[in-house]
């Protein structure tokens, strides 16, 4: 839709905590001019894995770094990094990150995520950044599990200026699904966005119930959703892996909404993310303010990163 405008100062700002961390374990193992050996690319491997980057990944990008070593394509530490970014930003090759857009009729978005990742307060966010820019949108509070994740909700509604369709709590969650999309049809909403329960991605009966609600939604609205965002913590390190593996399994994830990155040091997953799963990181939270949200780029990202 890009609606997006965040810019790459931004990103630097807010990834402080990640690049402090990287900075810090990479400047340990570099020490500038020094040749690149075995023990060095050794001691690089542990370090990477360290800062989350994941083990298969690290893998790749030493199996990378050791060819080059040995066709001599480099020689130095000054080259790791250089080297290092170009890589990353190659495993990133042009592909559609923006939310995708229904044809006619409201778009629909299918909000997943377990309790705790920021799952409702990144449905404000993205609720927040496209009322300001004129698409009429309305939320649903499908987590009828919990009577707080409503009242969150609710509460989010109002502050950020968005209609909101919600039932009693208990009650069930397709049900609310169904009267969302007839309100979004019925209001002419150019988005609905469905909350979910924070579903525990190891609860097969709970995970069924989340692919219910998909199948009303397809039967309401025609090829809706039209997004399945899966909302991950990215302070949950390397678990944010297990958890998009199980979701996709079950609905089909399309794109990956990554909260909290600026109150982790362990940014680096968002790396182990692709590479492991091939599902785009699509948005990522910054911050606690409706407006702390952005577009994903890689290439931003990466130079962030590694500043």
């Not at 931004?10 to 500038?32: A, E, N, Q």
Request: glycine share 6%; proline share 3%.
């Amino acid at each position: 839709m890009g609606i997006f405008t965040k810019t790459a100062g931004y990103f630097k700002d807010r990834l402080g905590k990640t690049r402090d961390k990287i900075s810090s374990s990479l400047s340990s193992v570099l020490s500038l001019g020094r040749n690149i050996d075995e023990a060095l690319l050794d001691k690089l491997e542990e370090t990477l894995i360290s800062d989350d980057i994941g083990v298969e990944t690290t893998d790749k990008l030493i199996t990378e770094l050791r060819e080059a070593y040995r066709g001599r394509q480099i020689a130095t530490t000054d080259e790791i990094v250089p080297f290092l970014k170009e890589h990353i930003k190659s495993y990133w090759p042009d592909r559609d990150r923006q939310l995708h857009s229904a044809q006619a009729g409201p778009t629909v978005i299918l909000v997943a995520g377990v309790n705790g990742t920021g799952k409702t307060t990144s449905i404000a966010k993205l609720a927040y950044i496209l009322n300001q820019n004129g698409k009429k949108t309305i939320v649903a509070a499908c987590d009828t599990y919990r009577a707080a994740a409503v009242e969150q909700l609710s509460i989010w509604a109002e502050r950020i200026g968005v209609q909101i369709v919600k039932h009693q709590s208990g009650s069930d969650p397709a049900a609310v699904a169904f009267d969302a999309c007839e309100a979004a049809v019925a209001r002419d909403a150019d988005v609905l966005i469905l909350d979910t329960a924070g579903r525990l991605h190891t609860k097969k009966d709970l995970m069924k119930q989340l692919t219910k609600i998909r199948d009303v939604v397809a039967r309401k609205i025609p090829d809706a959703p039209n997004e399945v965002l899966l909302v991950l913590d990215a302070t949950t390190g390397q678990n944010a892996i297990i958890q998009a593996k199980m979701f996709t399994e079950a609905i089909n994830v399309t794109g990956i909404f990554l909260a909290k990155l600026d109150g982790t040091a362990r940014g680096g997953i968002v790396i182990a993310i692709k590479d492991q799963l091939d599902i785009p990181v699509k948005f990522v939270g910054l911050g606690e303010k409706p407006e702390d949200i952005a577009e994903f780029d890689p290439n931003t990202f990466v130079e962030a990163l590694f500043n």
